[in-house]
C-alpha cells in the first residue's frame, strides 16, 4: 500500500522569508516517482517536479528546490523569497514505476502574507 | 495546446438526483482520469482509462457512479442516485503515453458538486 503524509495543514510566512513544505512517503515498490503539485486558487492542479526513485540528486529551479531522501522517505520542497503568487495548496503525491496509479497527500496551504 | 476542458464547472443538486461531468482531454493524450476531492484532502483516483479501455476502477462506487470514453477520446461521469458525501471537487487529468508510465498529469479546472 503507498501512502503520502503531509503532515503540515497549513503555512503562513511573510513575503519573502525562505518556507519548506515536508512530504514524507510510504512504500514497498522499489521503483516509484514522487510529484509536486501546485492548486492555486483558481483550482487546476499544476505538475512542478518529478522524481524516480534512482535519483536522489537534489533539484532547484529558480526558487524553487526539492530535497529528497530516501533514507528518510522524504521528498521536501522549499521555496525561497516566497511571493505572494505562490500561495497555493501543496500537493505531494507518488505513483509506482511503471504505473500511472497516483496517490496524494492531502496537502497543504501556504499562504503568503504581502 | 489547448488544456484539459470540463463542464460544467458548478453543479447544485439535491440527493437522489443524477448528475454528469464531462471532460475532454488534451489531443492525442491516452490516458484519461477522474479524481474526486472533497473539501480539505487530496485528489482520489476513481477511474482511469486508456484509450478507451478502464485500466482501473477499483476505487469507484460502481452501485452509484459510472464512466465511459467510448471513442477514447472525451469522456462523461455520472453519479445516479447523488448523495451527501458526493459533494466534491470532480477532476479531470489525462496525460500521454508516449511520456512513460509516470508522465505528470495535465488537470482541468474540475466540476465543484454541491449536493443538498
Known amino acids: 500500500a503507498q501512502k503520502v503524509t503531509q503532515a503540515q495543514t497549513e503555512i503562513s510566512v511573510v513575503e519573502k522569508e525562505d518556507v519548506t513544505l515536508d512530504c514524507v512517503y510510504e512504500?514497498?515498490?522499489?521503483?516509484?516517482?514522487l510529484f509536486w503539485y501546485k492548486q492555486p486558487p483558481s483550482g487546476e492542479l499544476v505538475f512542478l517536479i518529478r522524481r524516480n526513485s534512482f535519483d536522489e540528486q537534489n533539484e532547484i529551479s529558480g526558487r524553487y528546490s526539492w530535497n529528497f531522501q530516501k533514507s528518510t522517505s522524504s521528498f521536501n520542497f522549499t521555496i525561497t523569497a516566497s511571493q505572494v503568487v505562490d500561495s497555493a495548496v501543496y500537493f505531494c503525491a507518488l505513483a509506482p514505476g511503471g504505473y500511472q496509479k497516483v496517490t496524494f497527500g492531502t496537502g497543504t496551504k501556504l499562504q503568503v502574507i504581502p | 495546446e489547448a488544456g484539459v476542458a470540463q463542464s460544467p464547472r458548478y453543479k447544485i443538486i439535491e440527493k437522489r438526483q443524477s448528475v454528469a461531468f464531462w471532460c475532454n482531454p488534451i489531443s492525442g493524450h491516452a490516458t484519461l482520469y477522474w479524481y474526486q476531492q472533497i473539501l480539505g484532502q487530496g485528489p482520489k483516483l476513481l477511474i482511469q482509462?486508456?484509450?478507451?479501455?478502464?485500466?482501473?476502477d477499483s476505487q469507484l462506487p460502481k452501485d452509484r457512479f459510472s464512466a465511459e470514453r467510448l471513442k477514447g477520446v472525451d469522456s462523461t461521469l455520472k453519479i445516479q442516485p447523488a448523495k451527501l458525501e458526493d459533494s466534491a471537487v470532480y477532476l479531470c487529468?489525462?496525460?500521454?503515453?508516449?511520456?512513460?508510465?509516470?508522465?505528470?498529469?495535465?488537470f482541468g479546472n474540475g466540476t465543484r458538486l454541491t449536493v443538498t
Open positions: 512504500t514497498r515498490d522499489t521503483t516509484y516517482y
Open positions: 482509462f486508456q484509450n478507451n479501455g478502464v485500466v482501473d
Open positions: 487529468a489525462s496525460s500521454p503515453l508516449r511520456g512513460g508510465a509516470n508522465s505528470p498529469l495535465h
